[in-house]
């Protein structure tokens, strides 16, 4: 069992940068792939960014390619989700999810409830 806790949100001048947070509760959570996921009012769920669980492989969304940056610490159980030169449409929710595999797709066991990222042109 896996519990994940965002923070870093809020509101932020396009041009700028976020670095989002999860906190990861649970001792297998070094095993588990994870991931960041953000979803727009009307809009479905997009995949942002995916580490394994080494944190050797990382994987990007076209969108986001080259303005954001996964890392994550195991020691501490935490994921980063660093974003810059952030764009109007990167405003949305942005959830934390972890999974068995590496996938993109939002079929996750494991979500956060999420933190909202607003960006003001």
């Known amino acids: 069992q896996v519990q994940l806790v965002e923070s870093g949100g809020g509101l932020v001048q396009a041009g700028g940068s976020l670095r989002l947070s999860c906190a990861a509760s649970?001792?297998?959570?070094?095993?588990?792939?994870v991931g960041w996921f953000r979803q727009a009012p009307g809009k479905e769920r997009e995949f942002v960014a995916a580490?394994?669980?080494?944190?050797?492989?990382?994987y990007y969304g076209d969108s986001v390619k080259g303005r954001f940056t996964i890392s994550r610490d195991n020691a501490k159980n935490m994921v980063f989700l660093q974003m810059n030169s952030l764009k109007p449409e990167d405003t949305a929710v942005y959830y934390c999810?972890?999974?068995?595999?590496?996938?993109?797709?939002?079929?996750?066991?494991?979500w956060g409830q999420g933190t909202q990222v607003t960006v003001s042109s």
């Open positions: 580490t394994s669980w080494s944190g050797s492989r990382t």
């Open positions: 649970g001792r297998t959570f070094s095993t588990y792939v």
């Open positions: 999810a972890a999974h068995g595999v590496l996938v993109t797709t939002p079929i996750y066991s494991y």
